[in-house]
């Protein structure tokens, strides 16, 4: 079964670049799209970005001018930079597998995700 | 982009009690809307996919309904371990987006 595996500072200062890592383990990032997902504190889920395993890239329109998705199918991760972050930036990150599946018709599903790594800003 | 309203946003609930959540979507979006359970500090969880299957291993007292801009999350005799934070989910466009969640808790 797919794994994934956040790994990040925990604590980043307000100006500076937020970095984080997403580690899939039991199967090949070949083939398929992994996208970012935060949850501030005390809010919902806010989708972040997606990107394909050759690199095509998707991101959310109010983050997009600070985001940066690429991804590393030798080390079978993907990543995420975040520039500039304020204390809005403060959320657990998540990061999951892009499925593709067929019921009454194609669709895609965030099928399996990481545990989540919580990210500071503060100085 | 879309955007996905739950209802409610909050829901004090006893066990075996039958739980309903509604998700509201902006726009049509056929079936292709997805729940899922948030435990803290555990992975996100599909329950249901495409509105109305249940992704494997779930329960079957969880159950999903609805297409267009309507859809319903049921969980037909509750057990403490189902409280949690439920969120529906669309993919028919990007954006994706979430909704705003639901929080279960025990009576």
């Known amino acids: 079964q797919v794994q994934l595996q956040e790994s990040g500072p925990g604590v980043v200062k307000p100006s500076e670049t937020l970095s984080l890592t997403c580690s899939v383990s039991?199967?090949?990032?070949?083939?398929?799209?992994w996208s970012w997902i935060r949850r501030p504190p005390g809010k919902g889920l806010e989708w972040i970005g997606l990107?394909?395993?050759?690199?095509?890239?998707n991101y959310n329109p109010s983050l997009k001018s600070r985001l940066t998705i690429s991804v590393d199918t030798s080390e079978n991760h993907f990543s995420l930079k975040l520039d500039s972050v304020t204390a809005a930036d403060t959320a657990v990150y998540f990061c999951?597998?892009?499925?593709?599946?067929?019921?009454?018709?194609?669709?895609?599903?965030?099928?399996?995700w990481g545990r989540g790594t919580p990210v500071t800003v503060s100085s | 982009e879309i955007v996905l309203t739950q209802s409610p946003d909050f829901q004090s609930v006893t066990p075996k009690e039958k739980v309903t959540i509604t998700c509201r979507a902006s726009q049509s979006i056929g079936t292709t809307l997805h729940w899922y359970q948030l435990k803290a500090d555990q992975s996100p969880k599909v329950l249901i996919k495409d509105a109305s299957q249940p992704f494997s291993g779930v329960p079957p007292r969880f159950s999903g309904s609805g297409s267009g801009t309507d859809f319903t999350l049921t969980i037909n005799g509750l057990e403490a371990e189902d409280v949690a934070t439920y969120y529906c989910h669309q993919s028919s466009s990007l954006p994706y987006t979430f909704g705003q969640g639901t929080k279960l808790e025990i009576k």
């Open positions: 999951a597998r892009r499925g593709f599946y067929y019921d009454s018709s194609g669709y895609y599903l965030l099928d399996y």
């Open positions: 039991g199967g090949s990032i070949n083939g398929f799209y």
């Open positions: 990107i394909s395993y050759n690199g095509n890239t």
